[in-house]
């Protein structure tokens, strides 16, 4: 069953970390640690999902990993989510909007700041979460900017 309102020891984790957890990548000896380290619960919405099956297929278009490793995340994904690692959460869009633009506002024109990276620093404030890892140098500037305690990954 789907949780609406994740604990707030729950982490958001951006698409960037979570390919660099699922996927090898620069990040990956990073983002292991992070969760060997922490052990957090990540929530994990439909759109996160979908970002992330996206980007999992265009490495794979890409070159960046074979098919078979990219079964293999989906299948490690899968059995976290069955684990209580991966919370599903549902986001109420509208408030995700709302916060977006604020967040535009007070922030594009100083940090550049593209509209996916609003987006997910916007779904963490939405759920009232209070951490963010990302390994995004852009959205961890912004993570910080919103308040969010964040954890940086980049490489």
Known sequence: MAQSSPSLAAVYADTSFLCSLYLRDANTAAATGYVLR???AFVFTLWQRCELRNAVRLAVVRGNTTPDAARQAWADMEQDARAGDLLETHLVWPDVFAIAESLSAA??????????????VAAALSLGLKEFVTCDARQETLAKAAGLRRVSLTS
């Open 38 to 40: 922490r052990k957090p």
């Open 107 to 120: 922030h594009t024109a100083d940090l550049a700041v593209r509209t996916l990276d609003l987006l997910h």
